[in-house]
């Protein structure tokens, strides 16, 4: 690499124009380029600067060595990184400027004015040595093996057999001489180049005499650089200036490009038809071995001058000033990755119109994260910049129904990473009310009911009003609402129901029932059978749906028979077995919520134990068939134990007053389901039905464990097998 004036008024060069002042005819232009290009240089975009000096500092030279990236420059700045520049180290070893850096059998080895030569085997041993009588300006640096070869500005030259330990000098200059760039090829080979066009070639074999070769140029050749087949060369300077031979110098033909000036020219170790050339703030890029290039131009903030570069694993690392102070710079072309574990919060679906999306950041082994982009149904609609966390970005008005809400990130080389997506769903609707059982009933206490259902949520609560009975209630059980009133006038009469689902959305409906004298028992009786048998049927069938395995679908809602024959009543506690189902006798017209319904497991520790409700009954019993029928007096005699909880496996739980999801594991104990992604692991896409609301006073009723990590910490089958039977489960609470 070659040093040339890059600037006429740029104030951290001023103190370098005695030496170089012949070049200051040379003056900055607009770039043009010639040729058609077919490589695909990174756009202007894509460059990023790996390091940013103060204003204070030039950087003339990069080169990789050792296992590290090394950078030289102005006033001895020296610094290297062991990370392929992400971090960087100053060396303090001289103050001398430093115009070249190259790598030898040795280490690394620097050189600049006053004869200065820093060498290094490692990061951590750096020896400074003084070339001739230390007035010499070094230009340039180059090593094959343990052969180096530097050049001077005043035409001398010197040699090193050790890999820059020692020097040699070899000849006087001629007068005319000014050498600026030097390239040593395996062979120990070497061509200089310098100013007037001058190139001229020697060898290890013959390091005493040198064959000049006609450049037909008359600008400053600031760099030369061959293959390694020391056959294809390239010599690069002022004025745009580019000539190039096929026959190791022997003949040069003119290659020119623009009007700018070259700094230098570098090849692909890996791929020798891979070259770049550096001039001020343009950079042109090969794929074809030099047939043809493409070009890009820089902004002066990224970079006002490239001096040199090394090619590292494919990528051009690049040395020079700024507007601002001294750069190294390289691009980056590669997507950083896709950003992970998107959620929303509240999770989905709700009824919330403005959810906020969080993700885990992406990463980007190069430019680094610039920022994200948020889409919304395929569609971009913001931007995030990067903060020093995980990122988020709350949606505002979103319309019912399913959305996709996506994310892409982008690094500071413009390149983006693939859409990360998460289904969010705003569901305003409220439960669908279906119609009623019976719209004609005799006078007197009738009970009728009504299917609830909610396609997204849960049914919550239920309000019913039927206009003009003396006294009327309700009752909610899973997604069937009883209505029991009494009417004592003939005629119609209109009944309300409002329901209102888990997301808080309400709906209501209204149905005219008719009060007849004319509706015959016998009649009321048939209804009441075909209603029965109707009910019969759907627990059957809901029933039998239920898995196998324990678990993932739950039977329609089944009422303990209303009206028992208390004739055959276990009367006496000594003929029950541990182990069985008990209730009390009902008498005809009992209603679905007197006492005479609950069922109680009568458990291995002698005491009975409740169903809170039959959500919790159906995932331990398919229907009521072995309920037995005992007096008051045996339930009376048998002492009240704890709540029956959910059994392991079959359903997830929420409590009312809170939106954590749980599993539940032998004993009653919660786990919480840390996020959609993991529910949908464990229970399948509509994991969201297989959810059951407890009431809050049912708090105590369970323990809690440590929270899932991930869908590998909760096996439902696993947990549905933990258990045999209620007592194992009353035992594993203990």
Known sequence: MGLFLFSRTHPLYLEHMKKLSYLLLFLFSIFSLSASPTAAISSSEQWFQLEKGSSSVIYYDVDEGRDMLVAVGLSGELIYSMDDGDTWTDVNETSN?????????????????????????????????????????????????DYCVLVTDSGYYYYSRDAGESWSTVISPPSSSNYQGVHVGASGTFWVSGANGELKQSSAATITSFTEQTSGS??????VHFLSDEQTGWAVGGSGTIVTTTDGGDNWTDASVGSTNWYHIASNPSDEDHLFILGESDIMESTDGGSSWDSVTLSSSMASGLFSGSIVNGSLIAAGVSSSGGVIITDDTTAPSAPTNLSTSPSSPSANQTPTLSWTDSTDDKS?????????????????????????????????????LGVIAADYGENESSMATVTYRVDKTGPTIGSLSSTTVAPGESTITS?????????????????????????????????????????????????????????????????????????????????????????????????????????????????DDSSSAVSSLSELSTGSLIKFACEEGALVNDPCTAVYYYGADEKRHAFP?????????????????????????????????????????????????????????????????????????????????????????????????????Y???????????????IEAKS
């Open 368 to 404: 680094g994260i610039e920022g994200y982009y948020v889409y919304l149904d395929g569609t971009m609609i913001d931007g995030v910049e990067n903060g020093s966390g995980d990122e988020s970005y709350t949606f505002s008005s979103l319309s019912e129904g399913e959305h996709t």
């Open 97 to 145: 400027t430093l115009y070249a850096v190259t790598e030898s059998d040795f280490g690394i080895v620097a050189a600049g004015e006053n004869g200065t030569v820093v060498t290094a085997e490692d990061n951590e041993s750096w020896n400074v040595q003084t070339i001739g009588s230390g007035t010499l300006d070094i230009m340039d640096v180059d090593c094959s093996g």
């Open 218 to 223: 008359s600008q400053v050749l600031l760099d």
């Open 451 to 563: 299917t609830v259902t909610d396609d997204y949520g849960t049914v919550d609560e239920c309000n019913a009003h039927v206009d003009g009975a003396t006294s009327q209630e309700y009752l909610l059980e899973r997604d069937t609402l009883h209505i029991t009133f009494t009417l004592e006038e003939v005629g119609e009469f209109n009944v309300n129901i409002d329901c209102t689902d888990s997301f808080g959305n309400t709906s209501n409906a209204s149905e005219m029932i008719t009060v007849s004298e004319e509706t015959s028992s016998e009649s009321e009786s048939s209804e009441s059978s075909e209603s029965s048998s109707s009910s019969s049927s759907e627990s059957s069938e809901s029933s039998s749906s239920e898995s196998s395995n324990g678990g993932s679908s739950s039977p329609t809602e089944t009422s303990a028979p209303a009206v």
């Open 613 to 713: 409700n039959s959500k919790v009954y159906f995932t331990w019993y398919e229907d009521f068939d072995d309920v037995i029928v005992v007096t008051q007096d045996v339930i009376s005699d048998i002492t009240l134990g704890s709540n029956v909880t959910y059994r392991p496996g079959v359903r997830m739980v929420k409590f009312l007053s809170w939106n954590t999801v749980y599993t539940v594991s032998a004993g009653g104990e919660l786990r919480a389901v840390p996020s959609e992604e993991v529910a949908i692991a464990m229970y399948g896409d509509d994991w969201n039905q297989q959810i059951d609301d407890i009431s809050d006073a049912f708090f105590s009723n369970y323990s809690f464990g440590d929270d899932l990590e991930d869908e590998n910490d």
């Open 715 to 729: 096996d439902a089958d696993d947990a549905y097998g933990e258990v045999d039977d209620i007592d194992d489960d």
